[in-house]
T-cell receptor
Framework: AQSVTQLGSHVSVSEGALVLLRCNYS??????LFWYVQYPNQGLQLLLK??????LVKGINGFEAEFKKSETSFHLTKPSAHMSDAAEYFC??????????FGKGNQVVVIP | GAGVSQTPSNKVTEKGKYVELRCDPI?????LYWYRQSLGQGPEFLIY????????DSGLPNDRFFAVRPEGSVSTLKIQRTERGDSAVYLC?????????????FGPGTRLTVT
């Protein structure tokens, strides 16, 4: 069965600093990988997805992620954090079934 | 356009009671999903509909949980004999088609509290 691991439930980053959220996946077949963001009292919103095309994927709000098969990773980055990036971020994997397996999430706090 | 909507936004019920949670997907989306998010956890898959039929219900935790989508649009998640462990946020998502690489569009969720 597919799964993802996100370490560090809370991540603090200074405004203007690099945002790095780590995601490692386990899948028996080539995976589809997603990053979602959840703002308070709102639904999950897709940031970006990997579907076996380019390994470097660019998403909304300046985020990007790189698929590395050798490391089974799909880490999310943003060069410069903004106060509006404060939210919870979830990595998810689908191995071809129509269901997503989510990690536990990272709560990002941006320090002014 | 209108996104996925879920009602009620909050539901408090007593242990042993029956509850229904409603999901209105984006118009025209044939695929509909239910997930459950417990405190401090990521969402967990419950059930997936393609049209009116449940294509995958492998995530339902036990036979107290049941979901329907009779006309291929609105879906209702039904929980019988609720237990305190059922307390969670129940998320609904929809997608234009039922393929694994398509984005799932999520609603804001229903927060269920069983006292």
């Amino acid at each position: 069965a597919q799964s993802v691991t996100q370490l560090g439930s809370h991540v603090s980053v200074s405004e203007g600093a690099l945002v790095l959220l780590r995601c490692n996946y386990s899948s028996s077949v080539p995976p589809y990988l997603f990053w979602y963001v959840q703002y308070p009292n709102q639904g999950l919103q897709l940031l970006l997805k990997y579907t076996s095309a380019a390994t470097l994927v660019k998403g909304i709000n300046g985020f990007e992620a790189e698929f590395k098969k050798s490391e089974t990773s799909f880490h999310l980055t943003k060069p410069s954090a903004h106060m509006s990036d404060a939210a919870e971020y979830f990595c998810a994997v689908s191995d071809g079934n129509n269901r997503l397996a989510f990690g536990k999430g990272n709560q990002v706090v941006v320090i002014p | 356009g209108a996104g996925v909507s879920q009602t009620p936004s909050n539901k408090v019920t007593e242990k042993g009671k029956y509850v229904e949670l409603r999901c209105d997907p984006i118009s025209g989306h044939t695929a509909l999903y239910w997930y459950r998010q417990s405190l401090g956890q990521g969402p967990e898959f419950l059930i997936y509909f393609q049209g009116t039929g449940a294509a995958d219900d492998s995530g339902l935790p036990n036979d107290r949980f049941f979901a329907v989508r009779p006309e291929g649009s609105v879906s209702t998640l039904k929980i019988q004999r609720t237990e305190r462990g059922d307390s969670a946020v129940y998320l609904c998502a929809s997608s234009p088609v039922g393929v694994p690489y398509y984005e799932q569009y999520f609603g804001p969720g229903t927060r269920l509290t069983v006292t």
